[in-house]
């Protein structure tokens, strides 16, 4: 699994949401977004563990 990949249905998440500063939500998505975007070779070691652990094994993509 890459990160960029699920960085993109991450972002297409929070772009389904209207801006909205006001909105925990927005910026819950909006923050953990950048978060993660800027931390994305901790992200990956993440994912590279969760896959050898099995976490993406049902995933088709």
Do not use: V
Not at 14 to 34: G, I, N, P, V
């Amino acid at each position: 699994m890459k990160a960029e990949t699920i960085l993109a249905e991450f972002n297409t998440i929070r772009k389904d949401l209207e801006e909205d500063k006001s909105d925990l939500e927005w910026l819950t998505l909006h923050h953990a977004f950048c978060f993660i975007s800027y931390n994305m070779g901790d992200f990956q070691k993440y994912l590279d563990d969760q896959q050898a652990r099995g976490a993406f094994e049902e995933y088709d993509g």
